[in-house]
């Protein structure tokens, strides 16, 4: 057919019919050349076709490779989207490490049932059935909120290769807290061991030897450093002393504020998760907004044996004895509103400056309750606050908050102090500290529409910022 065509097309010319021809004639010539005409035509268009479509088979245009690249089959090295980074690898550690621990939740601490606490991946039950993002969340569960929010984050990474970060998912503090009266201590320290020993095997740990890695703690970091020393100690297992674990990162809501320098305190975990930016600036506005009669508040129990909690029954005498001040003494009367989140809430958000003594340890959730209140934090010891939150809190403690002397001439006047302070200051300090409100609060891990950086994004923001330089994590 293609010699044909081709010698057709090259075929010299019959010269044009004069128009001198009669009719007849005429009519007798224009067929057979109209029926050549068409013939001719059709070929050219049948070939022109089979051309363009050899050339589609062979050579494939741009927008086909583009969608070739896009294929399901590669896009398991696809980053997700994460503005600003840092890509955070989380490990999928053997269930005994997190997940198995929470079948038996009625054992986890020997101080109360976990198991209504580590509802809804750690947020406990809901508050209310007529609003999801208010939770009976527990004070020391922070470390399963933080693996549910790692899960569904945007800056995760399924790809070891482009993360910057790498997470390990150990519920340590649970465990922990559920081997408080084991009095054999190897069989306390156990899982820690195995933990250390099944990450230093895995390739990504040796690339940096760990110090790109790190832990989310729910408890204090004492509870992992046991001393070595003869004495009391108070059912810690050696976690944070193993030599691989001082090589991470270590987040933990109290923090070795002397030795602890891979320590980095984070929040407590309080009631509010919300899903969206619309329901925490509403929460924002209200608590601005909020009317507070009483100049102080103090919500909290007398203390026995503890030197850094003997200042309480200071403050418990000081706050009965002032009509300015609300008491709620959790070993009185009152006791049940010292484990009711909405009338703690409530009793927080009415007044100007909540108190924060020390407790069995330095920090205390209270902190976390009277930020989310709006209520500005009064400190006795820098170690409550100034030396454990440095990634939260502002750096000018005097912007947010009050610190009294627990020292000083022996003798702390508080309501004269608070009064002290001009209104204006007052109204100011207020307003930083519901500004901080995001920043300390989890979100739910579900939220979406969330632009604002909550305590998840402030500490995945502050690892990746010694990494970015090349530098050693440790302070």
Known sequence: MFPEFFSMFLRKQTAPIPCSFDRE?????????????LTYNSFLVLSLLLWFLLLYICFPTNDFHRQTRNSPNRTRHLRPTCPGGP?????????????????????????????????NRGLGRRLSSSDNSWFATHQFIAEMIFHAR???????????????????????????????????????????????????????????????????????????????????????????????????SVLTVERNPWTGSNQFGIPYASYFHPYTS??????????????????????????????????????????????????????????????????VLKIMSQSEFCLQAPGDSFTRRSTFDSILAGCIPVFFSPHTAYTQYLWYLPATATDYSVHIDETGDGRMRIEEELLKIPREKVKKMRERVVKLIPNVTYKHPNATDFELMDAVDVALAALSKPMSRGADMSL
């Open 278 to 343: 619309a329901e925490m600036v509403t929460w924002q506005n209200k608590m601005t907004q909020s009317n507070r009669p009483h100049l102080f508040t103090f919500i909290g129990a007398p203390r026995k044996g503890l030197e850094k909690a003997a200042i309480r029954d200071d403050i418990i005498r000081q706050c009965d004895m002032s009509s300015k001040c609300r008491l709620v003494n959790c070993r009185g009367e009152q006791a049940d509103l010292c484990y009711d989140p909405a009338q």
């Open 25 to 37: 004639r005429t009519s007798k010539i224009k067929k057979p050349l109209l029926n050549h005409y």
């Open 87 to 119: 890509y955070v690898y989380v490990y999928d550690l053997p269930a005994e490490f997190n997940t198995a621990l929470l079948q038996d939740c009625h054992r986890l601490s020997v101080y109360t049932d976990m198991c209504p606490h580590v509802e």
């Open 150 to 248: 790692m899960e569904n984050h945007p800056c995760r990474t399924r790809d070891p290769h482009v993360a910057k970060l790498f997470y390990v998912p150990f519920y340590g503090g649970l465990h922990a807290s559920s081997k408080f009266r084991e009095p054999n201590i190897t069989e306390r320290d156990a899982l820690a061991v195995r933990l250390v020993d099944f990450i230093q095997a895995q390739p990504t740990w040796r690339k940096n030897n760990g110090r790109d890695h790190f832990l989310a703690l729910g408890r204090t970091a004492w509870d992992f450093m046991r001393s070595n020393a003869n004495g009391p100690d108070f059912g810690a297992n050696c976690l944070l002393n193993l030599n691989a674990v001082q090589n991470m």
